[in-house]
């Protein structure tokens, strides 16, 4: 039996019992809320001292989150999409291309930095 994940950074009700922070300072910590589930979402990923600017603490925070190596790469495909700066938005005479996450047509290339694992996911879920 599975809850479901409620909030904009998709928490569990018995993983926000544990991490949910008063991220906007109304004195609530609410799931819903963008600033309290953001912050929350901060503690979460740097629990244990991780330090998500190393490589090997980002995979393992990610993985912590979704233990899924589809999930690790489709991250760090974006990390690397994200990190270049950026990026034109279309004119509206063309398409956006589809997102290679999950729904999509395409699979997302292996991480730049090849960092993003051996390939093979592990059925893992959050």
Known sequence: VYDRAVGPMQFLPSTW???GADGNGDG???PNNVFDAALAAG???CAGERDLGR???LDRAVLSYNNSRTYLRLVRYWLEFYSRGVHP????KGVL????????DTRATEPVDGEGGGGQGNGGGS
């Open 17 to 19: 019992a544990r991490w």
């Open 28 to 30: 609530r910590a609410d």
């Open 43 to 45: 503690h979460y990923l």
């Open 55 to 57: 490589a090997a603490d």
């Open 89 to 92: 938005v279309p004119d509206g």
């Open 97 to 104: 291309p589809k997102s290679p996450g999950a729904g999509g």
